[in-house]
């Protein structure tokens, strides 16, 4: 099946500093990704559509100030959480469609703000 | 708006029991059902998903699920379950996005 990645897996990173996720889709083209966020034991909650070559579309409640969404190329869409506080801890989850409907998801990354 | 529902925050059973994990679920048109799985720390891993055709599916790892129009139900089962299934599944629909669950805690003792 299609392979999805995200980079990196976990990063701790100082309060107001900034952080960039990548997600690629390794083996296929997406012409748009999602951005989900999950705290511990928690569903995943949608935060952005990110789509090639235009605006990503935030979900409501999500700051797109703070939460910088960029999907350069066919294949990566970066995820840049600004002036990061410890209440942005979370893991966070990229998926890329595929075909039927399906979704295929990264593998995650944790992000730990002190 | 599109949306499923675990009733259950957590399901115990003893290995090699038969495992439910319920999925009620409520969208306008035909749905798209997916039940995923995430271990500690890890990303989704996919199990099974309804597009149409036959109501009973079959997954990954031994589970399948049950599509049922007139109780808008999607129960993700398997006839023995194994420690190693100990998990938190999650049941969702499609929508442009995938709409997930709140999860449920499943935990299966020896």
């Known amino acids: 099946g299609a392979v999805v990645s995200q980079h990196p897996s976990w990063v701790i990173c100082k309060s107001g500093t900034s952080v960039k996720i990548e997600c690629r889709s390794l083996?296929?083209?997406?012409?748009?990704m999602f951005w989900y966020r999950q705290f511990p034991k928690q569903s995943l909650m949608l935060m952005a559509t990110s789509n090639e070559g235009s605006k990503a579309t935030y979900e409501q409640g999500v700051e797109k100030d703070k939460f910088l969404i960029n999907h350069a190329s066919l294949t990566l869409s970066t995820l840049t959480v600004t002036s990061a506080h410890p209440e942005d801890s979370s893991f966070y989850i990229c998926?890329?469609?595929?075909?039927?409907?399906?979704?295929?998801f990264g593998p995650g990354t944790r992000l730990t703000v002190l | 708006a599109q949306s499923v529902a675990q009733p259950e925050d957590q399901v115990n059973v003893a290995e090699g029991n038969p495992l439910t994990v319920k999925c009620t679920y409520s969208?306008?048109?035909?749905?798209?059902l997916f039940w995923y799985v995430q271990y500690p720390n890890r990303g989704l891993q996919f199990l099974l998903k309804?597009?149409?055709?036959?109501?009973l599916v079959k997954g990954s790892y031994g589970f399948e699920a049950e599509f049922n129009k007139s109780q808008t139900s999607f129960h993700l089962k398997k006839p023995s379950a194994l420690v190693s299934d100990s998990a938190l599944y999650f049941c969702?629909?499609?929508?442009?996005?995938?709409?997930f669950g709140k999860g449920t805690t499943l935990s299966v003792s020896s």
């Open positions: 083996d296929f083209q997406a012409t748009t």
């Open positions: 309804y597009i149409t055709g036959d109501n």
């Open positions: 969702a629909v499609s929508g442009t996005a995938l709409i």
């Open positions: 998926s890329a469609p595929g075909q039927r409907e399906e979704q295929f």
């Open positions: 969208v306008s048109g035909n749905p798209y």
